[in-house]
T-cell receptor, first 113, second 113 residues
Framework: GDSVTQMEGPVTLSEEAFLTINCTYTATGYPSLFWYVQYPGEGLQLLLK?????DKGSNKGFEATYRKETTSFHLEKGSVQVSDSAVYFCALYTQGGSEKLVFGKGTKLTVNP | DSGVTQTPKHLITATGQRVTLRCSPRSGDLSVYWYQQSLDQGLQFLIQYYNGEERAKGNILERFSAQQFPDLHSELNLSSLELGDSALYFC????????????FGSGTQLSVL
């Protein structure tokens, strides 16, 4: 079945550091890929998405590129802020497949001033 | 604010009891999804309804049931509760059948003592 593997957390960075959170996937078919973010005490919010190979999703300074050859969708940000502290989830959805959004286990990011 | 309302925010109950979690989707959204979030299992998809009909089923126990009413709000019923059912239960909604963009509520924290 479809699955998503994220790098183990937690990740702790200083403000203005470069962020990478790795995500790889296994899917039967051609999935759409997503990053969701969960701030403390809140529900998940869609951060960015990509629907086909080589697409780059971007939002709030975060970027991720859909790499079909390496089945990856790594999340990056050039300069993190304290307000980026949250849990980040990689997810995939395959239309005509399981018809559900499959999430990774999440990676907790803490940014210190 | 995602526009998805979940009640109650917190629920404390005893083993063997039955509880009902309620979700009001964003105005205009026809799909409602239920997810369970726990430390060991991560985010697990339970069930989806679209315009009143069950659309997809995930890892939902037989002790759990759900429905979507004509006004599109949804309820998740959990019965014969066990300690292991303690988790954060999220509802999410989307306009269409597929989960291309989900809007999550802030969740119901269930504690079974």
């Amino acid at each position: 079945g479809d699955s998503v593997t994220q790098m183990e957390g937690p990740v702790t960075l200083s403000e203005e550091a470069f962020l990478t959170i790795n995500c790889t996937y296994t899917a039967t078919g051609y999935p759409s890929l997503f990053w969701y973010v969960q701030y403390p005490g809140e529900g998940l919010q869609l951060l960015l998405k990509a629907t086909k190979a080589d697409d780059k999703g971007s939002n709030k300074g975060f970027e991720a590129t859909y790499r079909k050859e390496t089945t990856s969708f790594h999340l990056e940000k050039g300069s993190v802020q304290v307000s980026d502290s949250a849990v980040y989830f990689c997810a995939l959805y395959t239309q005509g497949g399981s018809e559900k959004l499959v999430f990774g286990k999440g990676t907790k990011l803490t940014v210190n001033p | 604010d995602s526009g998805v309302t979940q009640t109650p925010k917190h629920l404390i109950t005893a083993t063997g009891q039955r509880v009902t979690l309620r979700c009001s989707p964003r105005s205009g959204d026809l799909s409602v999804y239920w997810y369970q979030q726990s430390l060991d299992q991560g985010l697990q998809f339970l069930i989806q309804y679209y315009n009143g009909e069950e659309r997809a089923k995930g890892n939902i126990l037989e002790r759990f049931s759900a429905q979507q009413f004509p006004d599109l709000h949804s309820e998740l019923n959990l019965s014969s509760l066990e300690l292991g059912d303690s988790a954060l239960y999220f509802c999410a909604s989307s306009l269409r059948q597929g989960p291309e963009k989900l809007f999550f509520g802030s969740g119901t924290q269930l504690s079974v003592l």
